[in-house]
């Protein structure tokens, strides 16, 4: 398994939209192995291929207190939302050390392939339902931050840019 590395905010690849996985093969269990092995080590409970610059519709969650429980969803597809909503605490592998509250459905139901290439449908509520609303939308090129007002965005984004450029020094 390998280590891939992960794209930070405001990284403009992480606004690309993701196309879907055309066969569940040897390249994408691969890549499921290591977006798993790189989750974890990151001490993440879900990544989007997006967020490791593979933009294929392609997300590994665990949410398991254990960590071994991993869930991989291929293609996946909101079936259901429920109406109710509330606030939760959320935070991205992609913008490390940034939490703030994003509204979010209490509950879904996502039909998606697992990494065999059997459709599968998980009725999710919780962390997993944020979880799963939260990778998805990096499927569609959005990272949380885009929840929040202009003025957080923006500290957010300059807060990172500053990291980066640290990092490089």
Request: proline letters at 5%.
């Amino acid at each position: 398994m390998a280590l891939l590395p992960i794209l930070y905010y405001p990284d403009p690849k992480l606004y690309k939209v993701a196309k879907p996985v055309a066969v569940v093969d040897a390249r994408i269990q691969t890549l499921v192995a290591d977006m798993l092995f790189t989750m974890y080590e990151a001490k993440g409970i879900g990544l989007a291929a997006t967020q490791v610059d593979v933009h294929e519709r392609l997300i590994v969650i665990d949410t398991s207190e254990e960590r071994d429980q991993p869930l991989v969803l291929i293609n996946p597809e909101l079936t259901w939302k429920s109406e109710a909503t509330h606030l939760n605490e959320e935070g991205c592998l992609s913008v490390p050390g940034v939490y703030d509250d994003v509204m979010r459905h209490d509950a879904v139901h996502v039909t998606a392939l697992d990494e065999t290439g059997v459709s599968r449908t998980i009725k999710a509520d919780g962390i997993l339902a944020v979880c799963v609303q939260h990778e998805m939308d990096h499927l569609l090129g959005k990272v949380f931050v885009e929840y929040l007002s202009p003025l957080k965005r923006n500290r957010i984004k300059t807060k990172m840019q500053k990291l980066q450029r640290e990092e490089l020094r």
